[in-house]
């Protein structure tokens, strides 16, 4: 055995010194690494759950869509001004007449009268002019203050009957419960009869059913709560009542009695909303509840 002197110093200890560091420093490394990822996964985690969350509760509910049928138009001659009869009586070849479906005009167009769907005929344009109309018996009445023109010929176009198919749809819808707020610019409608479907894309400048073509909807508001953000944003927030409008004829469907037709309402994020329905066996009247 070697003998150990007072002056004689070891060094017995610094290779497990540095192993020592060396662990503390792999441990805080590695450490770092877990907290990291565990940070990243829970940032990823929330972001997944806020995107789930908002696709369940994101989306439109359709609380009724209604058929409306197109009047079958006519065109007759009322009467024709000589300078000095001021007073037309003329029963039209086709009745009844259906209400709200009269327009009546002379031959230079600066006399417009359309009807009020209560049997008045309410001037447009020009003046000196009134007049009535009876639904059921197709007789029309004008009275002038100043007789027509020698050659002025006045004009009716009016509506008797309904044609045989559905040409436009009018669908009400509002937000589903806790839904966030929509953006109609972003949403797209996809529908069919079966025979032809169409995706259909929001024309803002569409308010009735003659803007349309067979790409586009139109909406109008039918219920605006606070905020009152419709007329600036185009948005559909809790509690407001917007009334999508399409035109079947354009669109190329053709809907028939005892026609299956679905339509899709697919909102940029959420739930889209699927509702099938049949037409009625037999069209009636102008406005039919089909959903």
């Known amino acids: 055995m070697k003998r150990m002197y007072v002056k004689e110093k070891g060094e017995f200890g610094i290779g497990t010194l540095i192993l020592f560091i060396a662990m503390i420093i792999v441990a805080a490394v590695a450490a770092t690494v877990i907290i990291q990822t565990a940070y990243v996964l829970q940032q990823q985690a929330e972001e997944t759950g806020n995107i789930a969350r908002q696709d369940v509760s994101t989306g439109f509910k359709i609380i009724t869509i209604q058929g409306i049928r197109e009047d079958i138009i006519y065109t007759e001659t009322v009467g024709t001004g000589d300078g000095s009869t001021t007073s037309f009586t ?3 070849s086709h ?3 259906n209400p709200g479906s009269i327009t009546i005009t002379n031959s230079t167009g600066d006399i417009v009268l359309r009807d009020n769907g209560i049997g008045e005929l309410v001037l447009l344009n020009g003046s000196g002019v009134s007049g009535w109309i009876g639904y ?3 007789t029309v009445h004008l009275t002038f203050t100043d007789a027509p023109v020698s050659g002025d010929k006045i004009n009716i176009t009016y509506g008797s009957g309904y044609g ?3 040409s436009y749809l009018d669908i009400k819808v509002g937000l589903m419960a806790g839904s966030p707020p929509i953006s109609l610019d972003s949403v797209l409608i996809e529908i069919s009869d079966g025979y032809n479907d169409e995706t259909l894309t929001y024309n803002a ?6 803007d349309l073509d067979g790409s586009h909807f139109g909406v109008i508001i039918a219920r605006d709560m606070p905020p009152c953000n ?3 944003d185009r948005v559909i927030t809790a509690g407001d009542i917007i009334r999508i409008y399409v035109n079947t004829t354009a669109v190329g469907l053709y809907l028939q009695p005892q026609t299956h037709v679905m339509v899709k309402l697919i909102p940029k994020h959420g739930v ?3 509702v099938e329905f049949t037409t009625p066996s037999t069209y009636t009247t ?5 959903w």
């Open 205 to 210: 400048s569409a308010t009735n059913f003659s």
């Open 136 to 138: 059921d018996n197709g």
């Open 95 to 97: 009745k009844p007449v």
């Open 164 to 166: 045989g198919t559905i």
């Open 230 to 232: 419709w007329e600036r």
């Open 272 to 274: 889209p909303n699927l």
């Open 286 to 290: 102008k406005y039919m509840e089909l």
């Open 90 to 92: 003329k029963v039209l």
